[in-house]
């Protein structure tokens, strides 16, 4: 039964709706039509794939960000009372639009950041899938959702389930971050020299996008999504633990003052937490798979080797110190997955990359918007000239 609030229906507003999770947002959606419409979508470079989806499900506006397929886009949608703009611009001036009540960041990136803090200014809500905004400028990003009320809402797994463990729930201790481990778990630091772009491509349990996918081979990912705890909970630095579990059932867990601990588990399966954090506090009926624990043989838990998987630590060493240094990092980090998938650096050459360019960057302590702006352009032309060096 619907026990929900009929008389409104959410607005959602999808940035990246081509991607991983804004084809899995639109499934979320059109399976729930009593609960949300689309109101506008946004892409990068696939106008094809934007065109079928603005068909299907009939958005206010449509955005291509890559102003050379508008011509593309108008010519196809022109027989459709839809609104169509291009340029990341118009991407910022979307998010504002009146009727919107949830922004979902599925981009990829630090193209996010900008478009997220026009959102806020709006009061819109916004369903975070795109981490790096967190890892850039959580601190700027917390303040201005404090200023203007506005909930921010986690759609990656890992925040997702400490955020459901949290409802209710006394002042954490910690949380316990669980990562797959990725494709690599179990190769020796001598097998990880020579691992090409096609294996580290292949992740065992998650579909997701390319530049996350390396992320995950590397733990990079899981590196950022520890700055994003940080700032999405509040937390300080020694508050946050990962473990490697590689079944991807165990979501994440929170550790209260009393010593308990309540964890979060499902089928890896990003569906949920995208719904969760379109609904909250309701929880929907889905005819999603369910988990049959009795079918799962073990649940494995280990500590994250860091001298295998260096990245994880660079993140930590980020955020302990704080100021410019995630963006620095996620910075470089674009630059070195980018060269990776075009076999220009190896594997484990990304953490040299990334090493380099957080000592060589400038540090601020206490980087307004600008400073931003500036680290991130000047890492990335560190870690270009390093690449270039290199090669
Ligand atoms: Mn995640």
């Known amino acids: 039964m619907n026990s929900g609030n009929t008389e409104h229906i959410k607005q959602i507003a999808i940035l990246g709706s081509t991607g991983s999770i804004g084809t899995q947002a639109l ?9 949300f419409q689309v109101y506008a979508l946004t892409a990068n470079n696939q106008v094809e794939l934007l065109i079928k989806q603005a068909k299907k499900y009939q958005p206010e506006i449509v955005v291509i960000a890559n102003t050379d397929y508008l011509p593309r886009l108008r010519e196809a949608l022109k027989d459709l009372p839809i609104k169509i703009y291009a340029g990341a611009d118009a991407i910022e001036q979307v998010c504002e639009s009146g009727p919107i009540d949830i922004v979902l960041t599925a981009m990829v990136g630090y193209s996010g950041l900008r478009p997220t803090l026009r959102a806020i200014k709006a009061g819109k809500s916004i369903a975070l899938a ?10 700027i990003i917390n303040e201005l959702a404090h200023k203007h009320q506005v ?3 986690p759609v990656d797994s890992e925040h997702s ?5 949290l409802e209710y729930a006394n002042p954490l201790e910690k949380i316990i971050l669980t990562a797959s481990g990725g494709p690599f778990r179990k190769f020796s630091l001598e097998e990880l020299r020579t691992v090409g772009r096609e294996q580290a491509l292949k992740h065992p349990n998650w579909a997701m996008g390319a530049k996350i996918t390396i992320d995950s081979a590397s733990m990079m990912n899981k590196g950022f999504e520890v700055i994003e705890a940080k700032w999405l909970f509040g937390l300080r630095p020694e508050q946050i633990e990962v473990v490697v579990h590689p079944q991807s059932i165990v979501h994440s867990m929170v550790q209260f003052r009393d010593g308990s601990i309540k964890a979060q588990l499902g089928l890896p ?6 719904l969760y954090a379109l609904t909250y506090p309701r929880r929907l009926e889905t005819h999603y798979p369910r988990l049959d624990i009795t079918q799962i043989a073990s649940l ?3 500590k994250p080797d860091l001298k295998k ?9 980020a955020m302990d110190e704080g100021g410019n240094m995630p963006c620095i990092l996620n910075a470089a980090n674009e630059v070195a997955v980018e060269a990776f998938l075009h076999d220009r650096i190896a594997f484990l050459q990304m953490s040299d990359l990334l090493e380099y360019t957080m000592d060589k960057a400038e540090f601020i302590k206490r980087p307004d918007y600008e400073a931003y702006t500036c680290s991130d352009q000047q890492a990335r032309r560190i870690a270009q000239a390093y690449l270039d060096k290199l090669s």
């Open 27 to 35: 499934e979320v959606i059109s399976e729930h039509p009593e609960e």
């Open 130 to 139: 795109n981490k790096e905004t967190m890892v850039v400028a959580g601190e």
């Open 151 to 153: 909930a921010i809402l």
């Open 161 to 165: 389930a400490i955020f459901q463990c």
């Open 269 to 274: 399966d990003m569906k949920l937490p995208i």
């Open 300 to 302: 494995e838990f280990e």
């Open 309 to 317: 998987f260096r990245n994880l630590a660079l993140a930590f060493t």
